[in-house]
Every structure is written in C-alpha cells, then in structure tokens.
C-alpha cells in the first residue's frame, strides 16, 4: 500500500469516527429529549440494566466523578423509586445499586421514541463495528 493511500485510509477513518461519535451525542441527546432525567442519569440507568447493578465505586470510575456526587446522583433516582441500594449477602458494606421495578420500565420506554425496525439496523450496525474494532485492539 502507498503512503499516500495509507493517509487518504487514515483521513477517513478519523472523519468517520468523530461523525460517529457526534451522531452518538444526537442519539443521546434524542433519548433524553422530554425526559425529566439529566443525560447522565438516563446514561446510569442503562449501564444498571446492562451490568446487572452496579457499586457506587464503578459508577464513579464510569462517570469519572467522585463517590460523592455518585451518591447524590443515586438519591435522586433513589427518590423517584428508579433505583434502590441492596446490601451483598457476602460482604455486608458492600452496597450495589439495581434497577426497581420502574426503573426497567422507565428504560424499555426510553427507546419507545424509535420503531422496532430502526433499532434493529442500529444494533446491527453497531455490534459489527465494534467486531471488527476488537480485531484491531
């Protein structure tokens, strides 16, 4: 392969991936458009129902903000009966937060804002972008 082919290669992948990242931030803003919720409040719903709960400690490493808006983040949800603190049966400091019953409906409806069919080709789409990105790295 040419230089020049190889920087043209280059060009393209790094405008390719920045439109992605802003038509990431319209997905996000479109999600959250009406919502009662702050982005990051809807964000800490979603990644509560993909991991199956999570502790304070890794929602600060996700967010990367401090324990302490953590739990001020958590009590306004916790307030509207979104999510709740269950102690680990294991080690009883150990507080993880989950999903109430609500807050998993609150999420399916989230994506009610686009049909079926559109977030079948979104998914589809993107899970074979990030195949190929995990031959890569």
């Known amino acids: ?11 393209i992948i790094m405008r390719e991936m920045l439109e992605i ?15 009662f919720l702050s982005q990051n409040q809807l964000i800490l719903l979603l990644q509560l129902k993909f991991n199956g709960g999570m502790k ?26 979104l999510i709740q603190r269950v102690r680990e049966n294991e080690d009883r400091r150990v507080v ?13 409806e989230i994506f009610l804002k686009f ?8 998914a589809k789409v993107l899970v074979n972008v990030n195949k190929l990105m995990s031959t890569i790295f």
């Open 21 to 35: 990242q802003q038509k990431s931030k319209m997905f996000i803003n479109l999600l959250s458009e009406g919502e």
């Open 115 to 122: 049909s079926q069919e559109k977030l079948t080709d979104i």
């Open 1 to 11: 392969m040419s230089k020049n082919s190889q920087t043209h290669n280059v060009e």
């Open 56 to 81: 304070a400690t890794e929602i600060a490493d996700f967010f990367n903000v401090t324990p302490g808006a953590v739990t001020s983040m958590c009590d306004k949800l916790e307030k509207l009966n």
């Open 96 to 108: 993880k937060m989950i999903l109430t019953k609500i807050g998993e409906v609150k999420v399916h």
